[in-house]
């Protein structure tokens, strides 16, 4: 008699993690899910997955501002919300305008604060990919520049970029990495002028561009 043999379905792939932000949401908990959906993006091409397998809360307050969420790691699923109001698993005091950098040791449960803060300071994507992410996000709002011409300057020179087409232009110039930052929300453009970059423009863009950089820290 053969024996028949029973072949069983693989194991259904792992979901992707999901970054959930609550309703009406201050701009913190704004950049901290703006900036943890950029890198879920990074991880799932990479073949890995943002912070699998974390369960806890983590509180993200500011180091110098009253500004704080909440971090609720559970599987798959990551939820932003406003405000510390339960005792955390970890918290974790932050540069909001550093790119999220420890300004004090993480207090509780150091292995969930060192993989939150791992998620929210993933290396910056090359200068180009981020501005090219940044003018496509952008060409929405009224009054944007048709063209975007970048000068990054790096440790081997400097490089240009240009990005649409059309008869107005706005040009950035700066180190490539603050560049990354800028282009992928990472960074306040205003702060980032304060520390290096330039631009040529007239004022109404600025002010065009201004909003441009919130759409991509913020997602308004």
Same mark, same amino acid.
Do not use: K
């Given at each position: 008699?053969?024996?028949?043999?029973?072949?069983?379905? #693989?194991?259904? #792939?792992?979901?992707? @993690? $999901?970054?959930?932000?609550?309703?009406?949401?201050?701009?913190?908990?704004?950049?901290?899910?703006?900036?943890? $959906?950029?890198?879920?993006?990074?991880?799932?091409?990479?073949?890995?997955?943002?912070?699998?397998?974390?369960?806890?809360?983590?509180?993200?307050?500011?180091?110098?501002?009253?500004?704080?969420?909440?971090?609720?790691?559970?599987?798959?699923?990551?939820?932003?919300?406003?405000?510390?109001?339960?005792?955390? @698993?970890?918290?974790?005091?932050?540069?909001?305008? !550093?790119?999220?950098? #420890?300004?004090?040791?993480?207090?509780?449960?150091?292995?969930?604060?060192?993989?939150?803060?791992?998620?929210? $300071?993933?290396?910056?994507?090359?200068? $180009?990919?981020?501005?090219?992410?940044?003018?496509?996000? @952008?060409?929405?709002?009224?009054?944007?520049?048709?063209?975007?011409?970048?000068?990054? @300057?790096?440790?081997?020179?400097?490089?240009?970029?240009?990005?649409?087409?059309?008869?107005?232009?706005?040009?950035?110039?700066?180190?490539?990495?603050?560049?990354?930052?800028?282009?992928?929300?990472?960074?306040?453009?205003?702060?980032?002028?304060? !520390?290096?970059?330039?631009?040529?423009?007239?004022?109404?863009?600025?002010?065009?561009?201004?909003?441009?950089?919130?759409?991509?820290?913020?997602?308004?």
């Amino acid at each position: 008699m053969t024996e028949s043999t029973t072949i069983e379905a #693989p194991p259904p #792939p792992l979901e992707v @993690t $999901r970054i959930l932000v609550e309703e009406d949401a201050t701009p913190v908990v704004r950049l901290i899910g703006c900036t943890l $959906r950029d890198a879920a993006a990074v991880a799932r091409d990479g073949g890995d997955e943002l912070v699998a397998g974390f369960l806890g809360t983590v509180a993200v307050r500011s180091h110098d501002t009253p500004q704080a969420a909440t971090v609720t790691l559970a599987g798959d699923v990551v939820e932003v919300t406003s405000g510390v109001f339960l005792e955390p @698993t970890a918290s974790v005091v932050v540069d909001l305008n !550093a790119r999220f950098a #420890p300004t004090e040791e993480p207090t509780g449960d150091a292995e969930l604060a060192a993989a939150l803060l791992g998620a929210l $300071r993933r290396p910056m994507a090359p200068w $180009r990919d981020a501005a090219a992410r940044f003018w496509a996000a @952008t060409r929405e709002i009224p009054g944007i520049p048709d063209v975007l011409v970048v000068e990054a @300057t790096g440790p081997d020179g400097s490089e240009r970029g240009r990005f649409g087409e059309g008869a107005t232009t706005y040009g950035i110039a700066g180190p490539a990495d603050l560049l990354s930052g800028v282009f992928s929300g990472a960074d306040d453009f205003l702060v980032a002028l304060a !520390a290096g970059l330039q631009v040529d423009g007239t004022l109404s863009q600025l002010s065009v561009m201004t909003a441009a950089s919130w759409r991509v820290r913020f997602d308004v």
